[in-house]
C-alpha cells in the first residue's frame, strides 16, 4: 500500500472515531498560522459583482440590477479553521488572535489596543470563539453536505447575533439614536449574511482536503 493511500485511511480512521488531536509541534505550527489566516482575512477585500432583484428599470425593462460588493472574508476563515482543526486548537487561534490585538498589535479591521473593547464591532470578534465551537461540535469531523449547511448556518448565525447584541450594548453606553444603531446592523449584518452563508460553506468544504495535506505533511 503506498503512503498516501495509507495516511488517508489513518485520517478517515480517526475522523471516524472523532478522536481529539494531540498537541504536539505540529499542531501548535498550525494553529499560529490560523492566527495568521485571521490577519490576512481581517485586511483582505475582495471586490465582485453580480446580479440582483431590483426595481424595474424603464430604459432596459429589466428587474435585475447590477450589485457591487466588498467583502471581507473573516467568517468564512472563523467555519475554515472549525472545520480544519477543531474546537481547542481553532478557539487557541481566535484566542490568541484576540489577545495580541487588545495588547500588541494594530490587528483588528480598526486597529487595537484595549480600547478597542469599547467599538461597536468587537462584539463580531469576540463571537468567533463560541462560533468555532459551534461549527465544529455540528460536524464531529464528518464532512457530508447536510451537515457542513447546518454547521454554516449556525456557525454564521451564533456570530452575527452576538455582534449585534454588543453593538446594541455599546449603542445603549453611547446613548445614540436608534436610527444609527439600525444603520450599523444593516451595515454589519444585512446582506453580508447571505455572503457569510455562500463563502463559509465554501470554506468548510475546502477544509477536509487541506486537512488531509496537513496530516500527509506532518505524517
Not at 197 to 202: K, M, P, S, T
Not at 203 to 208: E, P, Q, S, T, V
Request: proline share 4%.
Amino acid at each position: 500500500m503506498d503512503k498516501p493511500k495509507r495516511l488517508k485511511e489513518q485520517l478517515d480512521e480517526f475522523d471516524a472515531a472523532n478522536k481529539k488531536v494531540k498537541f504536539t509541534f505540529g499542531t501548535l505550527v498550525v494553529t499560529g498560522w490560523c492566527v495568521f489566516l485571521i490577519i490576512i482575512a481581517t485586511f483582505t477585500q475582495i471586490d465582485f459583482s453580480h446580479y440582483m432583484p431590483g426595481t424595474l428599470d424603464p430604459m432596459k425593462g429589466s428587474l435585475l440590477t447590477i450589485k457591487h460588493y466588498s467583502y471581507i472574508p473573516q467568517i468564512p476563515v472563523i467555519l475554515f479553521i472549525a472545520a480544519l482543526i477543531g474546537k481547542r486548537f481553532g478557539i487557541a487561534s481566535v484566542v490568541i488572535y484576540i489577545l495580541l490585538g487588545l495588547t500588541v498589535f494594530p490587528i483588528f479591521a480598526l486597529g487595537g489596543g484595549i480600547t478597542y473593547l469599547f467599538q461597536y464591532s468587537f462584539g463580531y470578534i469576540i463571537a468567533y470563539i463560541p462560533a468555532i465551537f459551534v461549527t465544529a461540535f455540528i460536524l464531529q469531523n464528518q464532512f457530508t453536505y447536510g451537515r457542513i449547511a447546518k454547521a454554516t448556518f449556525f456557525g454564521v448565525l451564533t456570530i452575527h447575533i452576538i455582534g449585534i447584541f454588543y453593538l446594541i450594548l455599546m449603542a445603549i453606553i453611547y446613548k445614540d439614536p436608534f436610527s444609527n444603531v439600525l444603520g450599523w446592523i444593516s451595515m454589519q449584518s444585512g446582506i453580508k449574511i447571505i455572503y457569510d452563508y455562500i463563502f463559509g460553506f465554501l470554506a468548510i468544504l475546502l477544509a477536509k482536503p487541506v486537512r488531509y495535506i496537513l496530516w500527509v505533511s506532518m505524517a
